[in-house]
């Protein structure tokens, strides 16, 4: 680097950019005319550097970037130095530390920094030097780091072990199951509506804590999406995301599968050790939906978990230390359950320290048109050749739905659509078509029960008479039996499908 790349550079003008920060330098070598001598002498501290390292960056107690080797710029695809001043460290350099040297004000002597390929050109790591710049007092004033050569033959022992090590972690990381990983991100909850962005807003700023979350909405609004989206956004990304369904599995196995069971813990149990999904989350989130219906005997292990950070096995006098996020969901009412004696109140108050209420549908209605679009995107994507669109008439018939399956029912409708319709547009005709209820399975009806008092009024309407007649038959079974178990039999569907239509009608659960 020459004396006229430095003039270019206007280092008077950039290094200036703290002047509480770099500017400080001149402090600390005593000099009064500091923006006179500057570029000479960054130029002839940093020219010697130039001819035997591979580059030299400088970042101010912000670690944005306030001088970078011309050298340096160009191995991370910027043709002009001037492009990354005042841009955070980050954004020029992947995976910088200069940060947690600014933050930390240690140094680190040696370290290997993986440097993206260029076109035509494939990376090479670089051996590295970081150094806090300071006062005499030991105020930070920015970092300065040296990246040395990219020459491994006297590092070669070192090196290998590197790449070896980074070659069995990308093993380990394509071999994690998928379902272990957040799916959705906050992009993919859609929708424009004040409350949507305020839901959104508070949901980013539970992410940044580790404290539990609870989610409260009704079926089919989108809580398990953004249970993952928190994950995602959240310090714990790359690790485990776990989910289970409190509705999904039968009360004598949900300790089992929760925290786990030892070997031979019962007669029976498998002779080796199996991991609940306490265990399987350790240092990521466990997603807990429907919370609501989670056995008391396991409330109270779940609990221990929270405030003790700690849980056992089934069957087994090992203690576990639990590093688990929790966020729990759920579509019925905790405080109601809690004075009706079926949800402990020390649970509910541990779990509702940041609590979300993702509202319905029918009440974000401005999200309508984008949720449709988003939808019908993902449809177009599993028919590959084929675009859908809505029609503004068929968008209008959408909005005057009520919605009481929420964005579940809205994807079933759209899907239901396309396949009656034999156009990609889908018309006002194909929508109502398809939000006309399909009759109840036969199943259902297997009780003695007499239609329901003015199901056949013609203005009651076909959909209200058939919701007032599903109601009554399941509040009958739920009457004369002993479980949710035994009315989903007798009713001929299955029991989270009945969990479902009880939070819908807001059905108290079978206490007998």
């Given amino acids: 680097?020459?004396?006229?790349?430095?003039?270019?550079?206007?280092?008077?003008?950039?290094?200036?950019?703290?002047?509480?920060?770099?500017?400080?330098?001149?402090?600390?070598?005593?000099?009064?005319?500091?923006?006179?001598?500057?570029?000479?002498?960054?130029?002839?501290?940093?020219?010697?550097?130039?001819?035997?390292i591979e580059g030299t960056l400088v970042v101010d107690r912000e670690a944005r970037i306030v001088w970078i080797s011309e050298r340096y710029a160009k191995r991370f695809g910027l043709s002009d130095p001037r492009q990354a001043l005042g841009r955070p460290c980050e954004e020029v350099i992947p995976h910088s530390r200069m940060r947690?040297?600014?933050r930390s004000g240690r140094p680190?002597?040696?370290?290997?920094?993986?440097?993206?390929?260029q076109p035509g050109a494939p990376g090479r790591p670089l051996i590295v030097i970081r150094l806090p710049l300071q006062r005499e007092d030991g105020e930070v004033l920015g970092a300065v780091g040296f990246a040395l050569f990219d020459e491994w033959a006297s590092l070669s022992p070192i090196v290998s072990r590197f790449l070896a090590m980074q070659e069995?972690?990308?093993?380990?990381?394509?071999?994690?199951?998928?379902?272990?990983?957040?799916?959705?991100?906050?992009?993919?909850?859609?929708?424009?509506?004040?409350?949507?962005?305020?839901?959104k807003r508070m949901a980013r700023r539970a992410a940044a804590t580790h404290s539990p979350v609870l989610l409260l909405g009704e079926t089919g609004t989108g809580k398990e999406l953004l249970a993952h989206a928190i994950h995602a956004?959240?310090?714990?990304?790359?690790?485990?995301f776990v989910s289970l369904s409190m509705a999904a599995i039968p009360d004598a196995l949900l300790e089992a599968e929760l925290f786990g069971v030892a070997a031979g813990a019962y007669t029976g149990a498998d002779k080796r050790e199996r991991q609940g999904k306490l265990h399987i989350a350790q240092g990521g989130t466990l997603f807990l939906d429907e919370i609501g219906d989670m056995p008391l005997g396991v409330q109270a292990k779940l609990l221990r978990v929270l405030q003790e950070k700690e849980f056992e096995a089934l069957g087994s006098n090992e203690v576990v230390r639990a590093d688990v996020r929790i966020i729990a969901a759920t579509s019925r009412r905790l405080p109601e359950l809690v004075r009706d004696g079926l949800f402990r109140a020390d649970l509910y108050y541990r779990l509702d320290v940041l609590s979300l209420a993702v509202p319905p549908l029918r009440q974000r209605l401005d999200d309508l048109e984008p949720i449709c679009e988003a939808l019908l995107e993902g449809f177009a994507d599993a028919r590959p050749g084929q675009a859908f669109e809505l029609d503004p008439e068929a968008l209008a018939v959408l909005s005057r739905h009520h919605w009481p399956?929420?964005?579940?029912?809205?994807?079933?409708?759209?899907?239901?659509?396309l396949v009656l319709s034999d156009s990609p547009v889908l018309t006002a005709a194909s929508?109502?078509?398809?939000?006309?209820?399909?009759?109840?399975?036969?199943?259902?009806?297997?009780?003695?029960?007499?239609?329901?008092?003015?199901s056949t009024t013609a203005d009651a309407g076909h959909a209200q008479a058939m919701s007032q007649y599903?109601?009554?038959?399941?509040?009958?079974?739920?009457?004369?039996?002993?479980?949710?178990a035994a009315a989903a039999r007798r009713l001929g569907i299955g029991r989270a499908t009945l969990y479902r239509k009880m939070a819908a009608y807001h059905l108290a659960r079978a206490s007998r």
């Fill in 431 to 454: 929508v109502r078509s398809a939000l006309t209820p399909a009759a109840p399975p036969a199943a259902a009806f297997t009780t003695d029960l007499p239609p329901a008092p003015g």
């Fill in 1 to 52: 680097m020459n004396d006229a790349s430095v003039s270019s550079w206007d280092l008077e003008v950039h290094l200036d950019i703290d002047r509480h920060g770099i500017r400080a330098l001149a402090d600390l070598a005593g000099i009064e005319d500091f923006t006179s001598l500057r570029p000479s002498a960054m130029h002839a501290v940093f020219k010697p550097f130039e001819r035997v």
């Fill in 108 to 117: 680190i002597l040696l370290d290997i920094l993986d440097v993206p390929g």
């Fill in 100 to 102: 947690e040297i600014v």
């Fill in 233 to 240: 956004a959240s310090p714990r990304a790359h690790k485990p």
């Fill in 470 to 484: 599903e109601r009554r038959l399941i509040e009958q079974a739920l009457s004369e039996c002993r479980s949710v």
């Fill in 168 to 199: 069995e972690l990308a093993a380990a990381r394509k071999g994690r199951s998928q379902g272990r990983q957040a799916k959705y991100s906050f992009s993919d909850f859609v929708g424009r509506s004040p409350a949507t962005l305020e839901l």
């Fill in 405 to 417: 399956g929420n964005i579940r029912e809205l994807r079933n409708v759209l899907e239901r659509a």
